[in-house]
């Protein structure tokens, strides 16, 4: 089956830092990435769709000078948050679908990121 | 605005009863519906799809989709103590987009 890997599944930087996390699809080709944002005992937030050579389509209020996503490859996406603060701690899931487009999204194990 | 309505829970069972978790969504032209399992701290991990109506089994999972009511739920037999965890429902909404909506997902809680 479709598989994501994600990295780190964890990191802890300091404020003001940026931290780039990986997302990579391991046996199948993405053109079309997804990334989630989801706080303790909160559903999930569509941050942003990366597109494979293209820029990323941010949801509303996603500021995207601060979420950096660059998708430049057919099986590699990045998120980089830039500047970061305590409250951009978070639980961040990229997510891709391997097939037809109204085939389900395969998630990666997430990155815990905390802040301090 | 596309909805996906989900019981937050918990939902609680004892070990070896079935479980019933049901879903409703407002766009009757959806097409595709999707279950997802997530354990706490952990990221989502699909149990189903589901693309017509009627049952869909899948070991002791069964997806039941009824398109005219604007329905899908999950059943689990046996439920298990391991089967703890939030279950979302997701939906791919006509339009074209495919990006699934999710649901805010329901809490089953399996006791011993």
């Known amino acids: 089956g479709a598989v994501v890997s994600q990295h780190p599944s964890r990191v802890i930087c300091k404020s003001g830092t940026s931290v780039k996390i990986e997302c990579r699809s391991l046996?199948?080709?993405?053109?079309?990435m997804f990334w989630y944002r989801q706080f303790p005992k909160k559903s999930l937030m569509l941050m942003a769709t990366s597109n494979e050579g293209s820029k990323a389509t941010y949801e509303q209020g996603v500021e995207k000078d601060k979420f950096l996503i660059n998708h430049a490859s057919l099986t590699l996406s990045t998120l980089t948050v830039t500047s970061a603060h305590p409250e951009d701690s978070s639980f961040y899931i990229c997510?891709?679908?391997?097939?037809?487009?109204?085939?389900?999204?395969?998630f990666g194990n997430g990155t815990r990121l905390t802040v301090t | 605005q596309k909805e996906v309505e989900q019981n937050s829970g918990p939902l609680s069972v004892p070990e070896g009863a079935i479980a019933s978790l049901n879903c409703t969504y407002s766009d009757r032209g959806s097409q595709s519906f999707f279950w997802y399992r997530q354990y706490s701290g952990k990221s989502p991990e699909l149990i189903m799809s589901i693309y017509s109506n009627g049952d869909k089994e899948d070991g002791r999972f069964t997806a039941q989709l009824n398109k005219a009511s604007q329905y899908v739920s999950l059943l689990i037999r046996d439920s298990q103590p391991s089967d703890s965890a939030t279950y979302l429902c997701a939906v791919n909404h006509s339009g074209g987009s495919y990006i699934p909506t999710f649901g805010r997902g329901t809490s089953l809680i399996v006791h011993p």
């Open positions: 046996d199948f080709q993405a053109t079309t």
């Open positions: 997510s891709a679908k391997e097939g037809a487009e109204d085939s389900p999204l395969h």
